[in-house]
Nanobody, 124 residues
Framework: QVYLVESGGGEVQAGDSLRLSCENPRRTLGRFVMGWFRQAPGKEKEFVAVISWSGTSTDMDDSVRGRFIVSRDNTKNTGYLQLNNLVPEDTAVYYC?????????????????WGQGTRVTVSS
């Protein structure tokens, strides 16, 4: 069963923007924290951002703070990651994930459900 469906990746130039979406189409997960991770070629998957169920609390990795914005619209069962001022180092496959936690978490092992990933490629 597919719990999270991602979209929005692509190939862009440095300085461009993209918006990634992550939908829970059947609303099957209840209340969950939504995290975003990325995996660059040859590297481990790393934390990018996380947002609480209510959307009022967020946490961002320092490498993206000030450039990326995480949000969610629970009426649409969808979370978003706005990627602004992209640089080549942002090139990776981006994953959304859901954790049935009451607090924000950066730890991969706390996430129970994962999207299929969407590729972002930034050229200089």
């Amino acid at each position: 069963q597919v719990y999270l469906v991602e979209s929005g990746g692509g190939e862009v130039q440095a300085g461009d923007s993209l918006r990634l979406s992550c939908e829970n189409p059947r609303r099957t997960l209840g209340r969950f924290v939504m995290g975003w991770f990325r995996q660059a070629p040859g590297k481990e998957k790393e934390f990018v951002a996380v947002i609480s169920w209510s959307g009022t609390s967020t946490d961002m990795d320092d490498s993206v703070r000030g450039r990326f914005i995480v949000s969610r619209d629970n009426t649409k069962n969808t979370g978003y990651l706005q990627l602004n001022n992209l640089v080549p180092e942002d090139t990776a496959v981006y994953y959304c994930a859901a954790a049935t936690y009451n607090s924000l978490t950066r730890a991969l092992e706390t996430y129970n459900y994962w999207g299929q990933g969407t590729r972002v490629t930034v050229s200089s």
